[in-house]
């Protein structure tokens, strides 16, 4: 038991009593319960008690009911043996915790993120769902422009959420993960390229996919196994393509009278943002206006003639803005994936 612990700790893996557990399992071997590990790893002095520490039963998990519900991405940054600071980008499946792809990328661009969902759905198929937090490189809407990843979703009938800013514990799924790739590649030789790096991450996901017991799902399951013991969810419907090749930004300087001219017709903004400048985003359907911060002001049907809505106050909001995390899960119980 010491053995098979000392051997989790060495390859970079978790080696609590659960992991050991599960490790001795999965060779055909008799283990003690995660109590009796417990004590035996305290009483060999390879474990400090935390009795402040909160219990598991305590943790309360929103878990969607089939893998393709939603998935969830982020980007960690990881320092070459040579100095360089480079990203890796994870994306997970919600249900299964499978890791559905991952990419060594020299920084957090919208292109890199775009190959490793691209990666990912060639793999898996397409997500009802997909969970980012408000960064350039996933969703940057809340900032007053569309992002291409957030485009691309679109474009599959995937709906793009978000977490609020300021709460990264939304997306605690993807930091959990990071913890536990940082903890491998920490034991394994410190890589020299993007290429060598992308080696070890690739072997990571390999091995947590199908060799490492999830704490997070029912005991003796892989994500790989969480993933085939369901049946996956319905791929999105596709929207109908758009003629005018979909959004597209703008930005203009509001006026001294608190209006701003786009397409021959002149929007009031609101004369107490006069010389500010207003991000504008629009298709074939829409336009919509926000300000620096990224809030929506006012959003209104494309125009038909030059003065259709000269100083009319918006009804409705930019139905491409993608929806708050928060908005969202208030419907999942009743309406699931």
């Avoid at 793999?123 to 007053?144: C, E, M, V």
């Avoid at 803005?321 to 999942?332: G, K, M």
Wanted: hydrophobic share 35%; with cysteine.
């Amino acid at each position: 038991m010491l053995a098979v612990r000392s051997e989790l700790k060495s390859a970079g893996w978790d080696y609590g009593p659960l992991s050991v557990q599960a490790k001795l399992l999965r060779r055909g071997l008799k283990s003690p319960s995660r109590a009796t590990l417990a004590r035996i790893f305290t009483r060999a002095g390879e474990v400090v008690p935390e009795p402040r520490k909160k219990p598991r039963s305590a943790l309360r998990r929103f878990v969607y009911p089939a893998p393709n519900c939603l998935w969830q991405i982020d980007a960690t940054q990881w320092t070459l043996a040579t100095g360089r600071t480079v990203v890796i980008f994870q994306l997970i499946d919600d249900h299964s915790r499978l890791a559905l792809a991952s990419l060594v990328a020299p920084s957090e661009t919208g292109e890199a993120a775009i190959r490793v969902v691209t990666l990912a759905i060639k793999r898996h198929g397409i997500p009802q769902k997909f969970l980012s937090d408000n960064g350039a490189a996933f969703n940057p809407s809340r900032r007053g422009w569309v992002g291409k990843l957030v485009l691309l979703l679109q474009s599959h009938g995937v709906v793009p959420i978000t977490g609020k800013p300021g709460k990264p514990t939304t997306q605690g799924k993807n930091e959990r993960v990071h913890q536990t790739l940082a903890r491998y590649l920490n034991e394994q030789p410190p890589a020299r390229t993007l290429d060598e790096l992308q080696a070890h991450v690739d072997t990571f996901d390999e091995y947590y996919n199908t060799q490492r017991d999830h704490q997070s799902l029912p005991p003796g399951t892989t994500p790989q196994e969480a993933w085939d013991a369901t049946p996956i969810a319905t791929p999105p419907t596709p929207p109908e393509a758009d003629p005018d090749g979909g959004w597209h930004q703008v930005q203009r300087l509001v006026e001294p009278r608190g209006e701003v001219q786009v397409f021959s017709t002149r929007f009031m903004i609101g004369q107490h943002y006069a010389g500010r400048q207003m991000h504008v985003i629009y298709n074939a359907e829409t336009i919509a206006f926000y300000d620096e911060q990224g809030t929506e002001l006012i959003s209104h049907p494309i125009p038909t003639h030059r003065d259709a809505l000269r100083r009319q106050p918006a009804t409705r909001q930019n139905p491409h803005q993608p929806a708050s995390v928060h908005d969202v899960l208030r419907h999942e119980v009743s309406t699931m994936c």
